[in-house]
């Protein structure tokens, strides 16, 4: 016979006791109720009052009767040294009622300054009911912990005089002394929390493989992208004629190139820089300050428009990209490097409050490659925000445009083929809609958390226009005829696709944005200690990751038209899938760093992370 023994936990507070709970970081208790106990961690889990939950130790928790046993303790001395201290301060000319209106007027004052302290070391020190619904956006604690401290020294700052002549003389009591180091002691606290909020911390967890991983990035993306387009060329792209055959080396540059892609560049610069379009500010950064962006990217699409246009009317030959593909690709490479080495240089002479949270690892290769600084700079041009959405992306319907000439002008047709509508379309699609909502991009980890580095530099100016352009480049030389009921079928897959993608963006961006509008009071959340809340409906009750499924359907929708003769048109579905599936498990980690047991709880209410009932 098989014997089973349970050894029951070695608990000291039942669930749903009420205590006192220690504040992390702080000598502050306030009344919280148990929820769970964690028999191997041995932590409790407990619940204040304005809903924050935390996991604390056993020995920051204590009953309230020994509160209320230490203030009766406190509050009682000897009767001797009452008497005494009475009889030392007992004026002979004052009579008793006046000195017990006295003496209570002075309790009273004194309950008035302690009730101060407390209120505004809750504010300090817990979230704010305000800002329980927050979701994934920066906290401003910084700007709240400023002006709380400045109101506690108004409020608490007594008459100069009278400070100085009790300390002149010594006519403190212990009283006033021990609570004169209380004072001192909140005002540490909150000293080390600024502190501690506005230092950039060394980045320990390395991505991309750390240094080694970073540094053979450097040479690999490069060498993709050149891979990729050699394939397209190919009258059979398979990967059984892998490698393809190699050009020499003098004919991947060309100067004229070089400036047209350089003038290009310049020329979004200077739409970005026009006074149109209006300034909005950014998500708070680690000190609290926040920056300031002008939306104009739709603007510059526009006049991007009407300038190809006018081209296009003076006989300009816009297909002059597809004849110099590969060394427009080459020029691009050439420009990110460079630029890579001008931010990782100014980035140098950064502040450490400027510095990117995952690119200050202290290893010059790693820092290169993520981005040491955060937003770098000239003046008001903000060289990340620019690269992010404008030379790129504009440039990919540009390109997309010139292989759709170039295909009509090869095969003598007057008419594009149905494939390269549908996927000049959905692409143009996809791009307008990025610039139409250009401001949901300040709240993506690209403008928050990623520094401006080789990575960012290299995808936004060649892998974004270059790669994502694949398809059209195939199409161009290996020609694909659909049937209309198979174009409206990927039409309808496209559509569901960028659906879940805007609403599923949309209800974030909205959330993060004002999470007391009431046009999102239908959406529930859990409340973290960050004092941010977790969407738990919509579509972020569906899956954790809706926007990325929606991408994924999409990017199936784009190479659908190209059939399925060669896999090459698909690399982008899998680099997709594979991009997506790293950032999800980034975003894992550092959600479960940052929110703790709440995304626990969110996990356990969320099962799926990209794919419902998959994965």
């Given at each position: 016979?098989?014997?089973?023994?349970?050894?029951?936990?070695?608990?000291?507070?039942?669930?749903?006791?009420?205590?006192?709970?220690?504040?992390?970081?702080?000598?502050?208790?306030?009344?919280?109720?148990?929820?769970?106990?964690?028999?191997?961690?041995?932590?409790?889990?407990?619940?204040?009052?304005?809903?924050?939950?935390?996991?604390?130790?056993e020995?920051?928790?204590?009953?309230?009767?020994?509160?209320?046993?230490?203030?009766?303790?406190?509050?009682?001395?000897?009767?001797?040294?009452?008497?005494?201290?009475?009889?030392?301060?007992?004026?002979?000319?004052?009579?008793?009622?006046?000195?017990?209106?006295?003496s209570s007027?002075?309790?009273?004052?004194?309950?008035?300054?302690?009730?101060?302290?407390?209120?505004?070391?809750?504010?300090?020190?817990?979230?704010?009911e305000?800002?329980?619904?927050?979701?994934?956006?920066?906290?401003?604690?910084?700007?709240?912990?400023?002006?709380?401290?400045?109101?506690l020294?108004?409020?608490l700052?007594?008459?100069?005089?009278?400070?100085?002549?009790?300390?002149?003389y010594?006519?403190?009591?212990?009283?006033?002394e021990?609570?004169?180091e209380?004072?001192?002691?909140?005002?540490?606290?909150?000293?080390?929390?600024?502190?501690?909020?506005?230092?950039?911390?060394?980045?320990?967890?390395?991505?991309?493989?750390?240094?080694?991983?970073?540094?053979?990035?450097?040479?690999?993306?490069?060498a993709?992208?050149?891979?990729?387009?050699?394939?397209?060329?190919?009258?059979?792209?398979?990967?059984?004629?892998?490698?393809?055959?190699?050009?020499?080396?003098e004919s991947l540059?060309?100067?004229?190139?070089?400036?047209?892609?350089?003038?290009?560049?310049?020329?979004?610069?200077?739409?970005?820089?026009?006074?149109?379009g209006?300034?909005?500010?950014?998500?708070?950064?680690?000190?609290?300050?926040?920056?300031?962006?002008?939306i104009?990217?739709?603007?510059?699409?526009?006049?991007?428009?009407?300038?190809?246009g006018?081209?296009l009317?003076?006989?300009?030959?816009?297909?002059?990209?597809?004849?110099?593909?590969?060394?427009?690709?080459?020029?691009?490479?050439?420009?990110?490097?460079?630029?890579?080495?001008?931010?990782?240089?100014?980035?140098?002479?950064?502040?450490?409050?400027?510095?990117?949270?995952?690119?200050?690892?202290?290893?010059l290769?790693y820092?290169?490659?993520?981005?040491?600084?955060l937003?770098?700079?000239?003046?008001?041009?903000?060289?990340?925000?620019?690269?992010e959405?404008?030379?790129?992306?504009?440039?990919?319907?540009?390109?997309?445009?010139?292989?759709?000439?170039?295909?009509?002008?090869?095969?003598?047709?007057?008419?594009?083929?149905?494939?390269?509508?549908?996927?000049?379309?959905?692409?143009?699609?996809?791009?307008?809609?990025?610039?139409?909502?250009?401001?949901?991009?300040?709240?993506?980890?690209?403008i928050?958390?990623?520094?401006?580095?080789?990575?960012?530099?290299f995808?936004?100016?060649?892998?974004?226009?270059?790669?994502?352009?694949?398809?059209?480049?195939?199409?161009?030389?290996?020609?694909?005829?659909?049937?209309?009921?198979?174009?409206?079928?990927?039409t309808?897959?496209?559509?569901?696709?960028?659906?879940?993608f805007?609403?599923?963006?949309?209800?974030?961006?909205?959330?993060?944005?004002?999470?007391?509008?009431?046009?999102?009071?239908?959406?529930?959340?859990?409340?973290?200690?960050?004092?941010?809340?977790?969407?738990?409906?919509?579509?972020?009750?569906?899956?954790?990751?809706?926007n990325?499924?929606?991408?994924i359907?999409?990017?199936?929708?784009?190479?659908?038209?190209?059939?399925?003769?060669?896999?090459?048109?698909?690399?982008?579905?899998?680099?997709?899938?594979?991009?997506?599936?790293?950032?999800?498990?980034?975003?894992?980690?550092?959600?479960?760093k940052?929110?703790?047991?709440?995304?626990?709880?969110?996990?356990?209410?969320?099962?799926?992370r990209?794919?419902?009932?998959?994965?």
């Open positions: 016979m098989r014997c089973c023994f349970w050894k029951m936990p070695n608990r000291k507070y039942a669930d749903g006791e009420v205590v006192m709970g220690r504040w992390p970081g702080s000598v502050l208790y306030y009344e919280v109720q148990v929820t769970s106990y964690d028999d191997a961690t041995h932590l409790y889990t407990v619940k204040y009052k304005d809903g924050t939950e935390l996991a604390l130790k020995n920051d928790i204590r009953s309230q009767s020994s509160f209320k046993h230490r203030k009766s303790q406190s509050s009682s001395s000897s009767p001797s040294r009452r008497s005494t201290s009475r009889s030392r301060s007992r004026s002979p000319g004052r009579p008793a009622k006046g000195r017990r209106r006295s007027h002075s309790r009273e004052h004194k309950d008035d300054k302690k009730k101060i302290i407390q209120e505004t070391s809750l504010a300090l020190l817990k979230p704010s305000n800002n329980t619904r927050r979701y994934n956006g920066e906290p401003d604690s910084t700007e709240r912990n400023d002006t709380s401290s400045k109101l020294e108004q409020k700052k007594p008459d100069l005089e009278v400070e100085r002549v009790l300390d002149q010594g006519l403190r009591s212990r009283r006033e021990k609570k004169k209380e004072i001192y002691s909140e005002r540490k606290i909150f000293e080390t929390i600024k502190t501690t909020e506005k230092a950039s911390p060394k980045t320990k967890e390395l991505e991309f493989g750390g240094r080694f991983g970073t540094f053979m990035l450097m040479f690999f993306l490069p993709t992208v050149l891979y990729l387009l050699l394939m397209c060329k190919q009258d059979d792209p398979s990967l059984m004629n892998f490698p393809p055959p190699l050009p020499a080396l540059w060309e100067a004229k190139v070089f400036g047209v892609f350089l003038l290009w560049f310049f020329f979004q610069a200077l739409f970005y820089l026009l006074p149109i209006k300034v909005v500010e950014g998500l708070p950064l680690s000190n609290g300050r926040k920056l300031q962006y002008r104009n990217g739709f603007y510059a699409f526009v006049l991007t428009a009407a300038a190809i006018t081209l009317y003076f006989q300009f030959e816009l297909h002059y990209l597809y004849d110099h593909f590969l060394q427009f690709a080459v020029s691009a490479a050439a420009f990110s490097m460079a630029l890579s080495i001008y931010l990782y240089i100014r980035s140098l002479k950064a502040p450490e409050e400027d510095l990117a949270p995952g690119g200050n690892s202290g290893y290769v820092d290169f490659f993520t981005g040491h600084e937003n770098p700079r000239i003046g008001s041009f903000d060289l990340k925000y620019f690269c959405l404008r030379p790129g992306l504009i440039g990919w319907v540009v390109i997309n445009l010139a292989m759709l000439l170039a295909e009509m002008k090869i095969h003598n047709q007057s008419m594009p083929s149905l494939s390269m509508i549908l996927v000049n379309s959905f692409q143009l699609l996809y791009v307008v809609d990025a610039l139409w909502n250009e401001e949901a991009v300040l709240t993506t980890m690209d928050t958390h990623d520094g401006f580095g080789f990575m960012l530099a995808g936004d100016l060649v892998w974004v226009p270059f790669v994502y352009s694949l398809q059209a480049f195939y199409l161009v030389g290996h020609p694909i005829e659909i049937s209309w009921p198979a174009a409206a079928a990927i309808i897959l496209n559509c569901i696709g960028y659906y879940i805007r609403s599923a963006n949309s209800q974030k961006n909205n959330f993060r944005r004002n999470p007391a509008d009431p046009k999102l009071s239908y959406l529930k959340v859990i409340p973290t200690a960050t004092g941010k809340g977790l969407l738990v409906t919509g579509w972020w009750g569906f899956v954790r990751h809706p990325y499924l929606g991408d359907i999409m990017a199936l929708a784009w190479s659908l038209p190209c059939g399925f003769n060669h896999i090459l048109p698909y690399f982008y579905v899998i680099y997709f899938i594979c991009l997506l599936v790293h950032r999800e498990a980034r975003d894992e980690h550092h959600c479960k940052k929110y703790g047991l709440a995304w626990e709880r969110y996990c356990q209410r969320v099962p799926y990209i794919f419902p009932y998959i994965y």
